[in-house]
C-alpha cells in the first residue's frame, strides 16, 4: 500500500477539473480496451522478444493491479475473506513484485495460450465491477487510504498502455507482409521551411535549423514539487548545480540522422562507446530500428504500415548509444537529466501523445520564439546522459509497491519527455522514464546540449 509522499495528493489536478476518481478509473480502463480493439485473435497471444508481453498479457496485469493492491486491502481492511478471480491469476500475471509471491517466467508469457483472450476480457469486466463498487464506497469517504494506491494503478495502466503499443510494433515489425494495426494513419497537415543541419558542412535537410538556447550556470531546484501525483523516483525536490550549458531548441530529426548515417556515423569505431560499438557489430545496426531501405529510399515500419522516412520527424527507436554517438558526431552531447528539465520549466506538457492516433513522431514545427525550446513533450522519449540512480534523500514507497521504481536503479539511463505512444495526462516534466542503453522497441529520440 502507498502511503505518504508524493502521491498523497494524487489527483488533485482531476479532482479541481471536477474529474471523479471513478470516471478517470473507466477513462482509462476504457482506453487500454480501445488501444487493442484493432487487433486479431492471434496478434494478443504472440510474445516477440523477451522485453515485450503479448497484449493479453497487459489486459491481465492491468487488472491484476488493481485486484491485488486495492481490493484485496480494501477487503481485508473490513475483516472480510478475498476470493481472487482466479487462484493461479496471480501467478500468471504478476510482473516483479517479489513480495507478492511467484511469477511465472518473463521470457515465456507468449506460450500462455491460456487463459483466452475472451477469459481475460471476462476477467477485466469482472475486476472493474468490484472496482466500481469500491470507487462508489471511495466517493462516499470510506477506504481513504486507497485512494494513493487507486491513483498509482491509474498511472500503472497508462505506463502499460505505451507498452502495449510499443510491444504490439515490434511484435508486427516480425511479420514479412509489415501488417498495420490501424489502416487510418492519413497525414497530418504542416511542414517546415527546409535549413542546414547538422552534419558535414553543406549538408542539408527538410527541417530548419535547429539554435541553441544558453542557460547560465545557476543552483536550480528540479524534482516533484508535491502538487499532483508523482512515482517516488521524482522526489524529493532538492538542488542542483547546473553549469552554464547550451540545449538545442528541438530533438533530432529525421534528416539530421540521416546525415549522420550517410557520413559512415554507423562504422566509425571513434564515434562509440565500447558497449555500443559491440553492439553495432553483434546486432549488425546500420540504421534506427524499423528503417528499412526500398530501391534506394529509406522506409519506416509504423503503427500505419510502411512509410518513407520524413526528415522533418524527429529520429524515433534509437538506444542511448547511437544517440550518444550521434551526438559526439554533430559536435555535442546529451543533455543531462537536470538540464532536460530546467529547459522545460515553464512549458505546457502539450504534444503529440497517444490521443492524437498517429502514433508516430510528427514533423517539428518551425521555429517560433527564440529562447522556447520546442517539442519538449509527446513524439519521442529523449535520452538523457545521466544515468538512472535515486535523488539525494531518495525513499521508496512503503510495503510491497516500493519495488516499483528503486529496485531498478541499475545500469539503466534517463529518458525525459513521453512520446506519441504515451497518453497525454500521464507526462510531466518532472517524470523519469529509464531503460538499459541498448533498448530500441521504445519510442526513444535525443536532443542536443553543448
Not at 538523457?384 to 516500493?402: D, F, N, Q
Request: overall charge negative; hydrophobic content about 40%.
Amino acid at each position: 500500500m502507498v502511503s505518504g509522499g508524493p502521491v498523497a495528493q494524487a489527483g488533485k489536478r482531476e479532482a479541481e477539473r471536477g474529474v471523479s476518481l471513478g470516471a478517470r478509473y473507466d477513462a482509462v480502463r476504457a482506453f487500454t480496451e480501445a488501444l487493442c480493439a484493432p487487433l486479431s485473435a492471434e496478434d494478443y497471444v504472440v510474445q516477440s522478444m523477451p522485453d515485450a508481453s503479448p497484449a493479453k498479457w497487459h489486459l491481465a496485469h492491468t487488472s491484476w493491479f488493481f485486484e491485488t493492491f486495492v481490493l484485496e486491502p480494501a477487503a481485508r481492511a473490513v475483516g472480510v475473506s478475498f476470493a481472487p478471480f482466479h487462484p493461479r491469476f496471480g501467478f500468471l500475471f504478476n510482473s516483479y513484485y517479489v513480495g507478492v509471491g511467484k511469477r511465472h517466467s518473463r521470457p515465456q508469457r507468449g506460450m500462455l495460450t491460456r487463459p483466452t483472450v475472451a477469459e481475460v476480457y471476462a476477467y477485466r469486466q469482472h475486476v472493474d465491477a468490484r472496482m466500481r463498487a469500491l470507487l462508489m464506497e471511495v466517493a462516499g469517504g470510506a477506504h481513504a487510504n486507497l485512494k494513493a494506491t487507486i491513483e498509482v494503478g491509474l498511472q500503472h495502466e497508462q505506463q502499460h498502455q505505451e507498452l502495449l503499443l510499443t510491444d504490439v510494433k515490434h511484435l508486427l515489425a516480425q511479420n514479412p507482409l509489415r501488417p498495420a494495426l490501424r489502416e487510418d494513419g492519413g497525414e497530418h497537415a504542416g511542414g517546415v521551411e527546409t535549413g542546414v543541419v547538422w552534419g558535414a558542412a553543406g549538408t542539408t535537410g527538410a527541417a530548419d535549423a535547429a539554435r541553441f538556447i544558453e542557460k547560465e550556470e545557476g543552483v536550480r531546484w528540479i524534482g516533484h514539487a508535491g502538487e499532483g501525483f508523482a512515482f517516488d523516483n521524482e522526489s524529493p525536490r532538492h538542488r542542483v548545480f547546473v553549469a552554464a550549458h547550451a540545449l538545442a531548441d528541438r530533438p533530432v530529426t529525421c534528416g539530421d540522422y540521416l546525415a549522420f548515417m550517410e557520413d559512415g556515423g554507423y562504422r566509425r569505431a571513434d564515434l562509440w562507446l565500447s558497449e555500443g560499438w559491440e553492439a553495432v557489430q553483434v546486432q549488425g545496426w546500420e540504421a534506427p530500428l524499423y528503417w528499412e531501405r526500398e530501391e534506394g529510399d529509406w522506409q519506416v515500419f509504423t503503427l500505419h504500415g510502411m512509410r518513407a522516412v520524413d526528415p522533418r520527424a524527429p529520429v524515433s527507436h534509437v538506444s542511448f548509444y547511437e544517440a550518444d554517438a550521434f551526438a559526439r558526431w554533430a559536435g555535442a552531447r546529451l543533455p543531462t537529466e537536470a538540464e532536460w528539465e530546467v529547459g522545460a520549466e515553464g512549458l505546457a506538457v502539450e504534444g503529440n501523445f497517444a490521443e492524437s492516433g498517429r502514433l508516430r513522431p510528427a514533423p517539428v514545427t518551425t521555429a517560433g520564439d527564440e529562447g522556447a525550446p520546442r517539442a519538449m513533450f509527446g513524439d519521442v522519449w529523449e535520452w538523457t546522459a545521466s544515468a538512472y540512480l535515486p535523488y539525494p534523500g531518495y525513499e521508496a514507497w512503503a510495503g510491497t509497491l516500493g519495488e516499483y521504481n528503486g529496485k531498478f536503479m541499475s545500469g539503466q539511463m534517463v529518458l525525459r519527455g513521453g512520446s506519441c505512444f504515451t497518453p497525454a495526462s500521464h507526462a510531466r516534466a518532472t517524470y523519469r522514464n529509464f531503460f538499459p542503453p541498448s533498448a530500441r522497441w521504445q519510442a526513444s529520440g535525443l536532443r542536443l546540449a553543448r
